[in-house]
């Protein structure tokens, strides 16, 4: 108990950003961050919205869980250990401006845009890029867009790309093994510098049912936001299934008549604790891929 109370107890906390999903406080050293999940729940660009009680703890858990897997696979993250229940600890990055949004079967804006039946499975994974710029609502842009404008040089996207390539690889394989398909989902990237000034782009951001599509293998039911977007049932309902399924989260469920069970928050704040303990700082260098500057 004694690390969440450390962490809570830093009240003095400098609120750098209030985003839709999560508040983006100073970390307790420097180029470190602390992500808060909040329960907020937006759609279509923050047109509608709606609080949904344990939101944040579920995807909070659920993207530690996968940031940390692919790290595993050498896949620099900026995630460092997770904090609480609610807030996690980070690498600070230099946000590159871009969603890349990968895509395995059609969905959502692919369907609108062009047409396409959803559910149909594509040749190949499909990577799209989009603006980062809500007062624009993200617009679709191609590769010759960021090179004009800037948003990243060539080498920086064959980077970003390789790692989105990778990351599909991966989560593919591991929601196929809990019985759900990877419809699509969307990555953020960054850049952060050594010591020497060599350059590298970590995955940030988050990796949650906010911002992937996942459906029942056998029965394409959704269990992602597309329930909340759509009205297709219960978000939380959803959000816990996936949960559920990756062991995160006991049978019974986070959640009791509405209410988050404290009971199995305390349980599970507890292997966070212990996890956090054995953890220390990882070195980016370690899964990194310098590049000279
Ligand atoms: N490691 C990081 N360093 C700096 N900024 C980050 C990092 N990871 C995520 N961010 C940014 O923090 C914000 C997270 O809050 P979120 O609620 O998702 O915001 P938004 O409404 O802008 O999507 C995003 O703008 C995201 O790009
Ligand atoms: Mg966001």
Redesign the pocket.
């Known amino acids: 108990m004694k690390t969440v109370l450390n962490d809570r107890a830093m009240t003095k906390r400098n609120k750098l ?8 406080y100073e970390g307790p050293e420097p180029g470190t ?1 602390i ?1 808060y999940f ?1 329960d907020d729940a ?1 759609a279509f660009n ?1 047109q509608k919205k709606e609080i949904i009680a344990g939101k944040g703890v579920l995807n909070n858990r659920i993207s530690a869980h996968i940031m940390t897997k692919l790290e595993g696979i050498g896949i620099p993250t ?1 995630f460092i250990r997770s904090m609480n229940m609610r807030e996690q600890l ?6 590159i401006p871009l969603e890349v949004v990968v895509r395995n079967i059609a969905a959502g804006s692919l369907c609108k845009r062009l047409g396409i039946k959803e559910g149909t499975h594509l040749s190949k994974p499909l990577v799209e890029f989009y603006y ?1 710029n ?1 007062a624009l609502g993200d617009p679709l842009i191609s590769e010759d867009h960021i090179m004009t404008f800037g948003w990243a040089d060539p080498y920086e996207m064959e980077e970003i790309v390789a790692m989105a390539w990778r990351v599909n690889d991966y989560l593919n394989g591991m929601f196929a093994g809990v019985g759900l398909k990877l419809v699509d989902f969307k990555l ?1 990237f ?1 850049r952060l510098w050594g010591d020497y000034d060599e350059l590298y782009i ?1 995955l ?3 990796i949650s049912p906010d911002n992937c599509r996942l459906w029942d293998a056998r029965t394409n039911e959704k269990f992602d936001k597309d329930r909340f977007r759509h009205d297709l049932g219960d978000l939380i309902d959803g959000y816990q299934e996936i949960a559920k399924r990756l062991g995160l989260i006991p049978e019974g469920g986070l959640m009791a008549n509405g209410e988050i069970n404290e009971e199995v928050v305390a349980q599970l704040e507890d292997i966070e604790n212990d996890l956090a303990k054995e953890r220390k700082l990882r070195a980016v260098k370690k899964s990194g891929k310098p590049r000279k500057i």
């Open positions: 950003y209030e985003g839709k999903a999560k508040i983006i961050l992500q909040k937006t923050a900026h980070v690498r600070k990055v230099e946000v980062k809500d953020e960054g970590l940030a951001d988050e």
